[in-house]
Nanobody
Framework: QVRFVESGGGLVQPGGSLRLSCAAS????????MGWYRQAPGKQRELVAA???????NYADSVKGRFTISRDNAKNSVYLQMNSLKPEDTAVYYC?????????????WGQGTQVTVSS
């Protein structure tokens, strides 16, 4: 069974920090690079950060230098440390696979975790 369970979101003031966590099915976690995606109201879902099985990371320009993605292979978990948060980071954040050239596993989105950046 493929599952992604996200947690750690909340309401934070601009400039604040949050750490998101995602527990993934072992089969998927070991097979694919993992990514954090987000979807803001009225916008398409976008990939903001990805990490390969070996730990190589990649970031969207909008979060580069502020967000850090990491994974714990022993726990089948991926994390997103978000610093210097901005109102435009407000979105529902999801984790999923990041298959090179194929993107996420669209049939298996989790419930996501809401991040709201507001004063």
């Amino acid at each position: 069974q493929v599952r992604f369970v996200e947690s750690g979101g909340g309401l934070v003031q601009p400039g604040g920090s949050l750490r998101l966590s995602c527990a993934a099915s072992q089969s998927i976690f070991k097979m694919y690079p993992m990514g954090w995606y987000r979807q803001a109201p009225g916008k398409q879902r976008e990939l903001v950060a990805a990490v390969t099985n070996e730990g190589t990371t990649n970031y969207a320009d909008s979060v580069k230098g502020r967000f850090t993605i990491s994974r714990d292979n022993a726990k089948n978990s991926v994390y997103l440390q978000m610093n210097s948060l901005k109102p435009e980071d407000t979105a529902v954040y999801y984790c999923n696979a990041d298959r090179a050239g194929l993107g996420p596993l669209d049939k298996y989105w989790g419930q996501g975790t809401q991040v709201t950046v507001s004063s």
